[in-house]
């Protein structure tokens, strides 16, 4: 049910008990947020939060459904009850129009069985600060303090160029500042930047600090290099840089630029998507404007007892997915869907060995040649 405020407080204390911490995005984002809990003889079991917020696919703002903070009570864990919660969270969300749902969850196995996959690894980095210090050197380069509105609008620039991050709302970059405490430092031009970069400092005994970068965002390579020295220039307070999980895009540009390769990386838990709606995904996501393809598809469906014949038509920017009976010539189960429709197979190899199936390569390489932009998630929730 809806949490007003006596029950939204009880899934407040809950949260501390279940996650060992206070959880505070449930106050912080009570006026954008969908709560819904689970409550037995008056008393919260179970809660979580829902965000309806689009993310970029295709360069085009798909509507989804974010989860975060769900929690069940420890003493009622075992009886399926977390499967419950996120069905009913996504039934509110999807009356309001979410057709995928993204979550970052440490139970991946569990959610997997429940429909979500992971399009792509994520990792975090840490690199000694002298190493990057040498790899990278300042030039003329403005830097300026703080966050302005044309900063804003270049990380929405170049968020559509990937397949996952968030189109963030008006409210969306208040709420992380003054949750992480960041710095932000602008590149370039002030009327138009080339670069946005975000992070946290927390000081370290005995001395020194600690500095996390949590935004990363840069239009070339040479601001690129202009963001890494400047995050060495700290080098006498914080001996080391580290990336926070999936802060950095997915290309080499620390690695290939170091002279000694001694960079730190850490595996953490993925992003997860599921697709709610199979042919509105389609409909709303975006797609190369010069492609022509038609192609069959089996689809599992949502239940995973069944499944459904579709021909996905691509042309001049356009997506459509419509019921056929034609024999498919690819077969993709709900999880497999999902890992193509951000991005995550970039080879016939690659999806195969995912276990995707196909009558030949060449129909395998067609439905992978329809995605153009590469996953990543480098929004936190």
């Known amino acids: ?45 179970a809660g979580g939060l829902g965000l309806l917020v689009p ?69 975090a980095w ?13 030039s003329s380069m403005p830097i300026e303090y703080g966050r302005t509105a044309e900063a804003d609008a270049l990380q929405r620039r170049l968020a559509r160029q990937w397949n996952g991050p968030v189109e963030r709302p008006h409210w969306w970059p208040s709420w992380i500042d003054g949750k992480q405490q960041l710095t932000t430092y602008r590149f370039g031009p002030a009327q138009s930047p080339t670069g946005l970069l975000s992070f946290t400092m927390k000081r370290r005994e005995p001395h020194g600090m600690q500095l996390t970068v949590h935004d990363f965002w840069a239009a070339d390579a040479p601001t ?31 690695l290939h630029a170091l002279h000694r390769y ?32 038609t192609l069959p598809l089996e689809i599992e469906s949502e239940d995973g007892q069944t499944w459904e014949r579709y021909v996905l038509e691509v042309k001049a920017g356009d997506g459509q997915l419509t019921k056929a009976h034609a024999p498919a ?13 951000a991005g995550g197979y970039r080879t016939a190899a690659a999806a195969r060995l995912a276990g995707v199936t196909a009558k030949t390569d060449t129909a395998l390489s067609r439905l992978i040649g329809t995605i153009q932009h590469e996953p990543w998630l480098p929004d936190h929730f």
């Open 1 to 45: 049910m809806a949490a007003d405020d006596e029950l939204r407080q009880q899934y407040d204390t809950l949260a501390t008990r279940s996650y060992g911490h206070p959880v505070g995005d449930i106050t912080r984002l009570r006026p954008h947020a969908d709560i819904r809990v689970a409550v037995r003889d008056g008393r919260v079991i």
């Open 329 to 341: 010539e690819v077969q993709l189960t709900r999880r497999q869907l999902a890992v193509w429709y």
């Open 126 to 138: 840490s690199i000694a600060t002298d190493d990057l210090k040498r790899a990278f050197t300042r």
């Open 262 to 293: 001694r960079p730190t990386a850490e595996a953490w838990h993925p992003w997860m998507l599921r697709i709610l709606d199979v042919v509105e995904a389609v409909r709303l996501r975006g797609w190369p404007q010069e492609l022509s393809t």
């Open 224 to 254: 690129v290099a202009e963001m890494m020295a400047f995050l060495a220039s700290h080098h006498t307070r914080a001996p080391s840089i580290h990336f926070r999980r999936s802060a950095l895009p997915p290309y080499p540009a620390l």
């Open 55 to 123: 993310q970029f696919f295709g360069g085009a703002p798909v509507p989804s459904a974010l989860l975060s903070a769900g929690c069940v009570a420890p003493e009622e864990r075992g009886a399926r009850l977390s499967a419950d919660m996120l069905a009913e969270r996504l039934r509110h969300l999807r009356a309001q129009g979410a057709v995928i749902s993204t979550l970052w969850t440490t139970s991946g196995g569990y959610v997997r069985r429940l429909g979500w996959e992971s399009p792509i690894p994520v990792f």
